[in-house]
């Protein structure tokens, strides 16, 4: 059974950081590439960063191009957000999501997800 | 950048069928792929690659693809299928991953 598990999430003050952690297990993680996706309060889902099952290529949207960074661990079966220079707008729940390739990608299974809170 | 459009909500009676659109100016050459979200809960791929149902999701959800509009269908709505649903794909260079806003549906 697939199963994603983040962490990390919490409050902090604009201009600083944090850095999500995604725990998973059930599938061989480092053949599959995946995402970080956001949902803020009572918005719609964001696609927000992707990287392929190496590590080796890093996608990003332009809504956090240069103050994010996606990263991997294929020894632990772990995915990493550092996020950097938050903003309020980046209040969010934020889900790993692990891809499928079907022409283009789609997120087959998703974690519960963390929630992050910019506020001062 | 690149957008699909969804009604903001649709509403139907138990057992009656619900049909949820999505547009999008790419769609006649990407997949479309349908998520549900429940109330305080991740999102749930229903459909995906435009109207095939991964296992463990009711025979009542189907989905179709026609030109620019992609289309989820429930047949004989239950209580249980009130929830957010989302549409996703990508432009066609698959730089953009975008998802559509989002449809409330509502059983009752």
């Known amino acids: 059974e697939v199963q994603l598990v983040e962490s990390g999430g919490g409050l902090v003050q604009p201009g600083g950081s944090l850095r999500l952690s995604c725990s998973a297990s059930g599938f061989t993680f480092s053949r599959y590439a995946m995402s970080w996706v956001r949902q803020a309060p009572g918005k719609g889902l964001e696609w927000v960063s992707s990287?392929?099952?190496?590590?080796?290529?890093?996608y990003y949207a332009d809504s956090v191009k240069g103050h994010f960074t996606i990263s991997r661990d294929n020894s632990k079966n772990s995915l990493y957000l550092q996020m950097n220079s938050l903003r309020a707008e980046d209040t969010a729940v934020y889900y790993c999501a692990k891809l499928q390739l079907s022409g283009g990608y789609y997120f087959d299974y998703w974690g519960q997800g963390t929630l992050v809170t910019v506020s001062s | 950048s690149y957008e699909l459009t969804q009604p903001p909500s649709v509403s139907v009676s138990p057992g009656q069928t619900a049909r949820i659109t999505c547009s999008g100016d790419?769609?006649?050459?990407?997949?479309a792929f349908w998520y549900q979200q429940r109330s305080g809960q991740a999102p749930v791929l229903v459909i995906y690659e435009d109207n095939k149902r991964p296992s463990g999701i009711p025979e009542r959800f189907s989905g179709s693809r026609s030109g620019t509009t992609a289309t989820l269908t429930v047949s004989g709505a239950q209580v249980e299928d009130e929830a957010d649903y989302y549409c996703y794909s990508t432009d066609s260079n698959v730089n953009y991953w975008v998802f559509g806003g989002g449809t409330k549906l509502t059983v009752l």
């Open positions: 990287i392929s099952g190496s590590g080796g290529s890093t």
């Open positions: 790419a769609l006649p050459k990407r997949y």
